[in-house]
């Protein structure tokens, strides 16, 4: 990161970015978009994710951009993306706990459905 200085810098929260969903000029969409080159970019090195379901996020996101439209969002964290440690078991995503035996083993009995919101 060219000129970054630890005492100086601030990193961007996802509250600032609901002004812009609220006024139009951005949508959680684009966010989700720009998160997902964001990992594209740097996971090879970083290596932090085990799985991803663009398709889902993207579901949930157009969601979310609607209800920004219409003015009706659902929470403060309407349109957020998130990632999941795989040491919690879902539904829609492996569970691998760390571990490489476990690649991409699914829940048997799945404890949490990750939805959009």
């Not at 476990?102 to 939805?115: E, G, I, V």
Request: proline share 6%; net charge positive; glycine share 8%.
């Amino acid at each position: 990161m060219a000129g970054y200085n630890p005492t100086t810098f601030r990193g961007l929260t996802f509250h600032d970015a609901i002004p812009a969903f609220r006024n139009g000029t951005d949508t959680p969409r684009n966010y989700l978009e720009r998160c997902i080159d964001v990992i594209k970019t740097r996971e090879p090195t970083v290596k932090a994710f085990v799985a991803l379901n663009e398709e889902s996020a993207r579901v949930s996101a157009d969601a979310s951009t609607a209800r920004y439209k219409d003015g009706r969002t659902i929470s403060s964290i309407g349109g957020m993306p998130i990632s999941v440690k795989d040491l919690l078991e879902t539904k829609d995503m492996p569970t691998q706990m760390g571990c490489e035996g476990l690649h991409r083993q699914f829940a048997k009995k799945p404890t949490m459905l990750l939805s959009g919101l």
